[in-house]
Each structure stands twice: as C-alpha cells, then as structure tokens.
Nanobody, 116 residues
C-alpha cells in the first residue's frame, strides 16, 4: 500500500523559513515526478513546485524563495521555504507520479501558517 507521510509544517513569522519533507513507502515502481501543492484557506488547491529527473519547476509566486529537492534513495521529496509571507499560509500536499502510467498519489497534507 502506497503511503506518503509529510512533516515539517507549523507556525512561523513572516520572513522565516520552514522545510517540508514527504517520505513515500510501499512503492514498487519507479517514481517519476515528485511535487508539492498547497490549498490556502477558502481557495482551491494550487501547484507549487515539482522535480523530475533533476529538473525543477516553480510557480511564479514562490520562485526564488522555495527550493524543491529529492533523495531518490529515500523516496523523499523536500520543500525548503524561505522568506515566508502570510500569503503562503496553506495546507501543503506532496504528490508523486509512479510507474509507466504516472499514477498519482497524494500525501495527507501539513499545515503551514505564516503569521506575526
């Protein structure tokens, strides 16, 4: 059974930093793309960043402040978030695409709150 476990969320002041982690287990096929999404309060889920074979892509709203990386040996994806703003407040979800069909799996979400 595929399981994605996220950690690292919390409360941080504006300008602060957090590092999110998402560890995948129970996966018997190759992981293609790994990424992060977020859902701000009262809004729809939006894409944040993803990484595929070392290539990274970012939403304009986080470019230059967030960095995505992955450890293939640990099936883990990270999101380093710097210069956080109140607008970054959201539930953050990781997503992985697995196998030839790029089947998607989602984590349970971790809350990030940026507030003074």
């Amino acid at each position: 059974q595929v399981q994605l476990v996220e950690s690292g969320g919390g409360l941080v002041q504006p300008g602060g930093s957090l590092r999110l982690s998402c560890a995948a287990s129970g996966i018997n096929f190759s992981i293609n793309k790994m990424g992060w999404y977020r859902q701000p309060p009262g809004k729809e889920r939006e894409w944040v960043a993803d990484i595929t074979s070392g290539r990274t892509m970012y939403a304009d709203s986080v470019k230059g402040r967030f960095t995505i990386s992955r450890d293939n040996a640990k099936n883990t994806v990270y999101l380093q978030m710097n210069s956080l703003k109140p607008g970054d407040t959201a539930v953050y979800y990781c997503k992985v695409n697995v196998g030839l069909e790029n089947r998607p799996y989602w984590g349970q979400g971790t809350q990030v709150t940026v507030s003074a």
